[in-house]
């Protein structure tokens, strides 16, 4: 079984910056496609980013720019730099695991879920 832990999460200002961080465990974190969600209250959880497992990566047209995705396979690790944060950032951000490998930003086809970091930033 795959399990998949956040961290990284807080409070910020609007313009700081901050690190997810998405630790793997139970599978074969090297070969799946790796993505990053978020739901705001109120709101559908929506696609943030996604990365292949050759490192190919996607963006929502919101965070282009703003937000980098990687990952470290050595340590079953995939992060989320997220820099010059709004206030509409604000959300619970979730990491999601691809068995299958497509790039994809559609929910239904990730296989495994974290619990969710909150992110909140304050204007």
């Known amino acids: 079984q795959v399990q998949l832990v956040e961290s990284g999460g807080g409070l910020v200002q609007a313009g700081g910056s901050l690190r997810l961080s998405c630790a793997a465990s139970g599978g074969t974190f090297s070969s799946y496609t790796m993505g990053w969600f978020r739901q705001a209250p109120g709101k559908e959880r929506e696609f943030v980013a996604v990365i292949t497992w050759i490192r190919n990566t996607n963006y929502v047209d919101s965070v282009k720019g703003r937000f980098t995705i990687s990952r470290d396979n050595a340590k079953n690790t995939m992060y989320l730099q997220m820099n010059s944060l709004k206030h509409e950032d604000t959300a619970v951000y979730y990491c999601?695991?691809?068995?299958?490998?497509?790039?994809?930003?559609?929910?239904?086809?990730?296989?495994?879920w974290g619990q969710g970091t909150q992110v909140t930033v304050s204007s």
């Open positions: 999601a695991a691809n068995r299958r490998g497509l790039i994809s930003a559609t929910i239904g086809e990730y296989d495994y």
